[in-house]
């Protein structure tokens, strides 16, 4: 949006009354489906995700998402009310993990290569470094060195209506990765500036993908 454009408040949505009157009434499934407990289809569909979008809070309320991936099943399912997740190595901001030390409110999204549905679990989170949690967790013999305990309270399949939109997995969608910046140089010509030079910019990313390989766990 134009920095100069300014919203007509007449079309402003600001109350729930009126959000709902935009919208027909939920189908009675789409309230029933939602459990408070991992059953045998969530279990199911977590022990084949590798990757997890986690939603906080910060205590002012300030919202933040973090993707988490490993091997598939990586978030281990303790009993029907408790997840893990394992903390790798990343880039050390700890946003994740100090939104959930003042509000323990969490969102996860899990999706599984090739599945058009999600899964959404929403609970409250604590942070544990209890050496027989994390010794579930390992890989290429590192342990994390804390996990996230996620206590359910609501878990439900989301339907694949947004994945299909997007053609996710659609490899005729799939854009080529060379025509749009690289990590390093979008995150030099935001601080630093990026070198003009070709051989120069190379390198860094050379430098970054070693470090990669170095640091994964």
């Not at 996860?108 to 679990?121: H, I, N, Q, S």
């Not at 305990?149 to 209506?161: D, G, L």
Request: glycine fraction near 6%; include cysteine.
């Amino acid at each position: 949006m134009n920095p100069q454009t300014t919203l007509n408040p007449a079309h402003l949505i600001k109350d729930e009354q009126d959000l709902r009157r935009t919208f027909s009434a939920t189908h009675d499934i789409a309230l029933k489906k939602c459990l408070n407990h991992v059953d045998d289809h969530a279990k199911a569909f977590i022990e084949r995700s590798p990757f997890v979008c986690i939603g906080t809070q910060s205590q002012e309320g300030a919202a933040d998402v973090s993707p988490r991936g490993d091997p598939c099943g990586f978030v281990k399912i303790l009993d029907d009310r408790t997840l893990l997740i394992p903390d790798r190595p990343g880039n050390n901001r700890l946003d994740t993990l100090t939104n959930i030390l003042t509000n323990q409110s969490v969102g996860l999204l899990f999706m599984v290569p090739g599945f058009d549905d999600t899964m959404r679990v929403n609970g409250a989170a604590e942070l544990t470094r209890d050496p027989a949690l994390l010794a579930l967790m390992p890989v290429n013999d590192r342990m994390p060195g804390l996990a996230i305990v996620v206590h359910v309270h609501e878990v439900f399949i989301h339907c694949a209506k947004a994945f299909r939109r997007a053609k996710l997995w659609d490899h005729g969608q799939h854009q080529d990765r060379r025509e749009f910046p690289s990590l390093m140089k979008i995150i030099l010509d935001q601080t630093t500036g990026a070198p003009d030079d070709v051989t120069e910019m190379e390198e860094l990313d050379r430098g970054l993908e070693q470090e990669y390989r170095q640091t994964m766990y």
